[in-house]
């Protein structure tokens, strides 16, 4: 089992079983990203494997990040799949495996990185690890919510039998409901984060223990 909550301090979040896949939706501006980020660092720190995907990062700029977030990430941990649309490469920068996609809406490519990535932290002895997709917002600015949905549920799949977990993140704000509907049913579980009353950020946890947690300042 895999626990977050010394990320996000849920009960709910104790227990994550390997192979799930959890969705973090929110307005633009809450933290999404960085509390993905922060849950696979967290991980990292204990010698989990993890993967990046970015919609709009470099690769260089996610690695020297991470680094800084896990300070003893040692070479081979952390594989980071480039999405913005600078060519197709695979390589390295600083000890991680880079993997470059043409553009957002190259999702056979998007998984073949991804799954260059975890046979590589397979390899390298990583049977447990993390990855984090940032953000869905934007590979549904260039294709359908079906297709998404697709993507989402094949990766699901291949996280399952990695014995990983994934966290993906989502602008709730950017879509129509029937579209935030149609994605999260591609999911296990979902953390929801918005502003607080009086400042601040606030979540909750649906769909891994059954009823949805109170909302709780993060």
Known sequence: MYDLSS???????????????????GPAMTGKERLAYDILADGARNGDGAVVVT???????????????VPELTDS????????????????????????????????????????ALEGLHNSGRERGRLALVSLSTMLT?????????????????????DYIGVFTIDSGAHDEQTIQVIKQAFDGLIEVRDADGGGRESRVLGLSGEPTDWKRL
């Open 7 to 25: 990320v996000v301090e849920f009960d709910a979040l104790r227990e994550v079983r390997p192979g799930s896949s959890i969705l973090i939706s």
């Open 142 to 162: 260039y294709t359908d919510k079906k297709t998404v949905f697709k993507f989402c549920h094949v990766l699901s799949s291949r996280l399952d039998a990695a």
């Open 55 to 69: 919609t709009s990062d470099k690769a260089a700029d996610v690695v020297t990040d991470f680094r800084d977030l």
């Open 77 to 116: 941990q952390l594989g980071v799949i480039d999405c913005r649309g600078e060519g197709s490469s695979s390589g390295s920068f600083e000890g991680a495996y880079v993997h470059q996609v043409s553009s957002p809406s190259d999702l056979t490519g998007i998984g073949i990185g991804i799954t260059k």
